[in-house]
């Protein structure tokens, strides 16, 4: 195999962290008289914390300060947080463990390339932290996806060039940051969703070890 690397999106790909996503965006704005539904859910999978709240406010015709926007920002994170302290390492993904071992087994580069500022506190929770040579996250970028900027960042910490990067992604923003960053682009997920993506499959159990050491 050249020598490649491997940068992997956290929220959709190595833990399901969407679901307490939506309890926590659902419970911040019933709280302010908001309809919060799955279908708009969806639409923050891969979206940053701020430009999230932007959206539901939109939805909602909310206008509100800035002070208040930073309060309910801060409510929604200490909410999300009481769910992620008490996940483990069931809730990592079907075959995660298995592909991130073959990778480290072969001493090939691999990293995190999320837009959540929790990420390596999750990490951490299902105990895979020690599994990434490079970890760029929320807190290490201006641009959120589908600027290239995350998975740019960690090809530059890994020592690999972009197009030598393969990312695992499953939001279409993701997707898209990827090949801006001129990358392959693996899409976990939805077919008709991930549209743009180099190869898409369900999850990683439709990954077989052949496929990753041919790329
Ligand atoms: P936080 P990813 C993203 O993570 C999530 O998909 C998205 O729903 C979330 O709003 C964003 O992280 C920010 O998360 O509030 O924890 O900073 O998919 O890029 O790993
Ligand atoms: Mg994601």
């Known amino acids: ?19 307490y996503h939506f309890l926590a965006w659902k419970k911040l704005a019933n709280d302010i008289g908001i309809d919060f539904t799955h279908e708009q859910n969806e639409q923050l999978k891969g ?8 959206k539901i406010l939109s939805w909602g015709n909310k206008v509100i300060s800035e002070d208040k926007f930073m309060e309910l920002m801060g409510k929604k994170n200490d909410d999300y947080l009481s769910y992620i302290a008490q996940m483990d390492a069931h809730e990592i993904l079907p075959d995660v463990p298995k ?15 999320s837009a959540s500022k929790n990420a390596r506190a999750i990490l951490q929770k299902v105990n895979l932290i020690t599994q990434f040579n490079a970890i760029v996250d929320g807190n290490d970028v201006t641009k959120a996806k589908p600027d290239p900027e995350v998975f740019l960042t960690a090809a530059q910490k890994l020592g690999i060039a972009p197009e030598n990067c393969v990312v695992f992604e499953d939001s279409l923003a993701g997707i898209q ?17 991930l549209n743009e ?14 496929f990753i050491a041919q790329l």
């Open 197 to 210: 993506a180099d190869f898409v499959f369900k999850d990683f159990t439709e990954i077989d070890l052949q």
């Open 177 to 193: 940051a990827a090949k801006n960053a001129n990358m392959v682009a693996i899409g976990i997920g939805e077919t008709a969703i």
């Open 99 to 113: 592909i991130l071992t073959y990778l480290t087994d072969n001493k090939i580069p691999v990293a995190l390339g």
């Open 47 to 54: 979206v940053s914390r701020v430009k999230s709240l932007e």
């Open 1 to 19: 195999m050249n020598t490649r690397g491997f940068i992997f999106d956290l929220d959709g790909v190595i833990v399901d962290t969407a679901k």
